[in-house]
């Protein structure tokens, strides 16, 4: 379920635009082993507390947002990643609109 051409460039940024009032997802690579998922949110938009059994490293494409890990708060900007932990709680929250890519590595 792949929807960007391989070996082909593109503007990760550009291929997913924001709503209002709502989070919009986009899964650009899916394979056994893992995914890349673009996300971009609007102004106060969250991911609540949740659990995954695979690291997965989060690069902000646009914006800000704070990524709680154990309930650690975490500020990040454009350029800046962090890798949230298998099986730690961690949310996102959107401090205004903002566009991430997810990697998550399941092997």
Request: proline content about 3%; aromatic content about 6%; charged content about 25%.
């Amino acid at each position: 379920m792949e929807t960007v051409e391989k070996s082909k460039a593109f503007n990760v940024s550009g291929i997913i635009e924001y709503a209002s009032g709502s989070i919009v997802s986009k899964v650009i690579a899916k394979q056994k082993g893992g995914n890349i998922t673009l996300f971009a949110f609007d102004k106060g938009q969250e991911l609540s507390e949740h659990t995954a059994p695979y690291d997965a490293l989060v690069q902000v494409l646009e914006g800000e947002a704070e990524i709680l890990i154990n309930r650690q708060s975490h500020r990040l900007r454009q350029g800046e990643g962090i890798i949230m932990p298998a099986n730690d709680p961690h949310a996102v929250k959107a401090t205004g609109k903002f566009k991430m890519q997810l990697t998550m590595i399941k092997d």
